[in-house]
């Protein structure tokens, strides 16, 4: 971005409003590609969306003002949408005791790639510029690099992968195992019993707020490291690689910990309470599902019951996970602790 910023001229502000701009079009993009996704299939969204992409990265070396280096930024933050694609994909193809795990693993491994980047684009410019090329016209074939990147992994992911494990959208749909698209079943529908749930909503601001300004430092990190520190460009962009390098673990990490929470363990801390009443509820969750209560609003709705991997529940009593609040006296509360330590070994409660 230095390099690009003294070729066209551009002042701060331009420069942040090209990062806002290839940040901001990506909510409507993702909008557009997650319909796209129930419609076609990840396979085909994701060729798709790859192979148009690697336009505008390709041409972008064509820009000669702020206009059209804007535009250009405007058409290379769309790709960003890939990500819905991903979590998509991930989430038909991975069963749900790994689904976690695997969901951030792929979200991470793509924030790796744009940490990948910041250290390998200025080796490719300086490469380019060891053949004897100004920094003028390096800059502008070294987007060509990506681009073409790019486009053969579109090819790739269209050659290798399946929509689903049982096969594509169109084969499922000729078979009569997934709904046809039509007014009952269609975008529209899915879009809007989506924007009603108010959970929908509460990630939306989480996200943005977490997600949002990780995407603007790595926008911004490499050319502030550049200017404030006076250093060269391949140091500059390995320093603010390391931000998404951190992805290498970092995701994958929380994955797993996430994934190893389970009512279990947890159900007698009052801090799991709330979490598992509000963002539960309803919901069955990596091998967990509400009690029947939890169904028809009574008093106990959070409390939880184990499935096993053939989908059957253990026999346990409402209220069987839950430890008793403080020691007590008699037979009753003797009886308590044997209900809690048979439905943790998976047996009947009596």
Wanted: hydrophobic share 45%.
């Amino acid at each position: 971005m230095a390099v690009v910023r003294d070729d066209l001229g551009l002042t701060k502000t331009q420069i942040g409003n090209t990062i806002i701009a290839s940040v901001a079009i990506t909510v409507i993009v993702r909008l557009a590609i997650g319909l796209l996704c129930e419609r076609i299939g990840p396979r085909k969204a994701y060729t798709w969306l790859l192979c148009l992409g690697s336009l505008p990265v390709m041409s972008i070396g064509l820009a000669d003002s702020f206009e059209s280096f804007l535009l250009a930024r405007l058409a290379i933050g769309a790709i960003g949408a890939s990500f819905v694609i991903t979590q998509y994909h991930t989430s038909v193809m991975f069963a749900p005791n790994v689904v976690g795990t695997a969901n951030a693993t792929t979200a991470g491994w793509g924030n790796l790639g744009g940490g990948t980047t910041q250290i390998l684009m200025p080796l490719v410019f300086s490469g380019i510029l060891m053949l004897g090329v100004s920094e003028t016209l390096g800059w502008r074939l070294a987007m060509v690099v990506p681009g073409i990147v790019l486009f053969l992994t579109g090819l790739a992911y269209y050659r290798f992968t399946q929509d689903a494990p049982d096969g594509n959208f169109s084969e499922l749909r000729a078979r009569g195992e997934l709904p046809p698209v039509d007014r009952d079943n269609g975008a529209g529908q899915s879009f809007m019993a989506a924007i009603k749930d108010v959970r929908v909503w509460a990630l939306f601001v989480v996200y943005a707020a977490c997600f949002g300004v990780e995407l603007t430092i790595n926008n911004i990190a490499a050319i502030y490291f550049f200017d404030q520190f006076d250093l060269d460009l391949a140091t500059a962009g390995l320093i603010a690689g390391l931000f998404g390098l951190m992805n290498l673990f970092a995701r994958t990490l929380g994955g797993r910990v996430l994934g190893s929470v389970r009512p279990r363990s947890a159900a007698s801390r009052g801090g799991y309470v709330a979490v598992r009443r509000h963002a539960v509820r309803g919901y069955r969750a990596d091998g967990l599902r509400p009690d029947a209560d939890a169904r028809r609003g009574h008093r106990h709705h959070a409390d939880l019951q184990p499935v096993r991997a053939d989908g059957r529940r253990r026999h346990l009593r409402r209220g069987a996970l839950r430890q008793p609040a403080r020691p007590g006296r008699g037979g009753r509360y003797r009886r308590r602790r044997r209900q809690c330590g048979r439905g943790r070994r998976g047996l009947p409660v009596p």
